[in-house]
């Protein structure tokens, strides 16, 4: 029996996504993202962004289904982000999603934000080795997780403090780089000095967790102390080398110590360049596959939340039902 063709939602935060699914091939993956609006703030306003997410979702909806070639009638189930994530913001998705699951006599599936960014690799190979670590690295959260099977997790650990995300967007802000912060500090990187300016590696002898706060402070400190003499390329390549050495080494002893045989690279900051690469030369020398996905699944998108929804459904252990929305939930293996 083929898998079933999914429409995904994904409305946690500042993009407004539609996706169309079937098992693990996409076949459109619509993002309009409120960047712009909010980078005015400097950051994510959310009330504006559920107003945003309303006059998004319609066109988005449309555009997934043209793309994809479909209509609204041929789709056979319904995929939201239900959780966690900004409720007002969650709310807009999860009550569409509702209405057209209603309205088309399909099931719904609430599906865990970061579960759809662990499993946004499913799409990559049609053999994903299980179990392998991931790394979620986002605005919101940096986890190692062991994807044992899809719907089946063991978090291995997690950051003290700032997520890795953070950690670049307010180095960014302190830079005058502008928001958000991992693309503009990447960028400013590539002509800079890594090696320039210390700064710290948080809680570098203890294995599976990370803190990213003391970055946050000793930026403040290089910014005031160096003043108008600070080299910004240098202070991007420093502060992005970081973030960077402290996450690619953590990982791969993680890797280690659980004896696994493939790696996962997933969430906003996977984007990064310097990261990809150095997670993905370790791979090659110890030997381990290495799943990361294109850019456009690594950011917020709603196509990851369909390959979740698909994979659980294809493991069967995903039901459907009413879907509520929480600002925070922590991911448990079978939910
Ligand atoms: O997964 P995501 O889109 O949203 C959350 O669930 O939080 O992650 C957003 C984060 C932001 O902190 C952003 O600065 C970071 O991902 N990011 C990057 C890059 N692109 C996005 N960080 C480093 N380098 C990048 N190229
Ligand atoms: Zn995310």
Known sequence: MSAPLLLAIETSCDETSAAVVRGRSVLSNVVASQLD????????????????????????????????????????????TNRPGLV???????????????????????????????????????EIIFPH????????????????????????????DDAAGEAFDKGARLLGLGYPGGYAVQQAALLGNKTRYQLPRGLAKEPNNFSFSGL????????????????????AASLQEAIVEVLSLKMRESARQYEMAAISLVGGVAANVSLRERISNFAKQDGLAFYCPEFSLCT????????????????GNLTAGEVEVSASAPLRSGN
């Open 88 to 126: 007002g913001a969650l709310s807009v998705g999860a009550t569409a999603a509702a209405g057209l699951a209603w309205q088309q006599n399909r099931p719904i599936y609430g599906i865990h934000h970061l579960e759809g960014h662990l499993l946004s690799v499913m799409s990559l190979a049609d």
């Open 216 to 235: 946050k402070t000793a930026m403040n400190r290089l910014v005031e102390k160096e003043g108008t003499g600070l080299n910004i390329a240098d202070a």
């Open 300 to 315: 917020d998108n709603a196509a990851m939340i369909g390959l979740a929804a698909a994979a659980r459904l294809a493991e």
């Open 133 to 160: 670590l991931a790394l979620i690295v986002s605005g919101g959260h940096t986890k190692l997780v062991e994807v044992r099977r899809p719907g089946l997790y063991t978090e291995r650990g997690e950051t003290r």
């Open 37 to 80: 609006m909010h980078a005015q703030w400097g950051g994510v306003v959310p009330e504006a962004a559920a107003r945003a997410h309303v006059e998004a979702l319609i066109p988005t909806l449309e555009s997934a289904l043209t793309v994809a070639g479909v209509t609204l009638n041929q789709i056979e189930g319904f995929a939201v």
